[in-house]
């Protein structure tokens, strides 16, 4: 795996994370509106090669402020946050 970078993305839209990975992690390094993290970033996984998200439904919520890629084939991440920009640390 790489050395941690991180990713600004950007209220409302889908940004890319992680291009043609089979595993890594992320967390979410700046917090979400009230609940202090997760509860308004959703996350989406595409094969390679697919159509990015482009819907804000697309994806789902993420359940924790951390993700992990361990996948066959090799994928794209992105996130999409809902009330704010964030930041989100990777080791892709």
Known sequence: M???IV???????WTKIATAKTTGN???KTPGPERG????VRVARKDTGQTPPTLATDGHMMTSSQGMLSHIAQSDVYIYPTSK???VETDF
Do not use: H, Q
Not at 7 to 13: E, F, I, Q, S
């Open 26 to 28: 992320f967390w979410l």
């Open 37 to 40: 993290d997760f509860d308004a």
């Open 85 to 87: 920009t964030i930041d």
């Open 7 to 13: 990713v600004t993305c950007t209220k409302a839209t």
């Open 2 to 4: 790489a050395n941690p």
